[in-house]
């Protein structure tokens, strides 16, 4: 094995935060798959990655205040599958709303759309779940975008009051605010007229 590849691979992940998520793929432009393989082997080995299920790797995150380290965080790892599998993805259902702050319930399964196929996978107690949706879903725009509309799916037209939108225009920066009022305008006409309350931060009297 080239021990400058593993090098320069070492040197990526020191770079890079404590709790970040990799695939081999992150690595492409270092070496060819193999070698990152077995480099990537050694760096486990070393506790420099840890792997979290096959083909993704965290670089373990140590908290004071916890005595140990970090669980890896399911969403960096939805993502890193995503860049892997050349996905386009967004989270959806309850792990929306989490995402959102209109909820703190705990998710059992982290759920996410996709223009890929229904995978699962899962570690420990944690279980990531990819669902199938059509590219105008979700291609082409920002992931807040995805994010708000999958959102408000979840919730339903008759669930949205004023609390909802001042929390969802509470999270949201004008540059973010500018791009969804033009991004969502072939969703769902009810899915429409509440992302224009949002981005002027209020709801309509009726």
Same mark, same amino acid.
């Given at each position: ?15 890079? #935060? ?10 492409? !432009? ?7 393989? +077995? ?20 670089? #373990? ?13 399911? !969403?960096?790892? =939805? ?25 703190? +319930? ?8 996709? !223009? ?5 996978? +899962? ?19 920002? #992931? ?5 509309? +999958?959102?408000? @799916?979840? $919730?339903?037209?008759?669930?949205? !009051? ?17 791009? $969804? ?5 072939? =969703? ?7 992302? @224009? ?10």
């Amino acid at each position: 094995m080239n021990n400058g590849y593993t090098e320069k691979i070492r040197n990526r992940i020191i770079n890079a #935060p404590d709790g970040s998520v990799f695939v081999n793929s992150d690595f492409a !432009d270092i070496a060819d798959n193999n070698t990152v393989k +077995q480099s990537i082997n050694r760096l486990v080995q070393e506790g420099v990655l840890r792997r979290v299920i096959r083909g993704v790797f965290d670089k #373990p995150q140590y908290s004071r205040l916890l005595g140990g380290y970090v669980a890896v965080n399911p !969403d960096a790892v =939805a993502r890193a599958l995503a860049r892997c599998y050349h996905w386009t993805l967004a989270p959806c259902g309850d792990t929306a709303l989490n995402m959102l702050g209109l909820s703190t +319930q705990v998710t059992a399964v982290w759920s996410y759309i996709s !223009d890929g196929p229904y995978k699962t996978f +899962q570690w420990d107690k944690t279980k990531i779940e990819f669902k199938h949706r059509t590219n105008k879903e979700i291609t082409g725009l920002s #992931p807040m975008t995805i994010l708000v509309i +999958q959102g408000l @799916k979840t $919730l339903g037209k008759e669930n949205i !009051d004023d609390k909802t939108i001042r929390v969802i225009s509470g999270r949201l920066n004008e540059n973010e605010k500018a791009a $969804l009022l033009v991004e969502s305008t072939e =969703a769902t006409d009810w899915i429409y007229s509440v992302i @224009k309350e949002i981005c002027k931060g209020e709801r309509k009297n009726d």
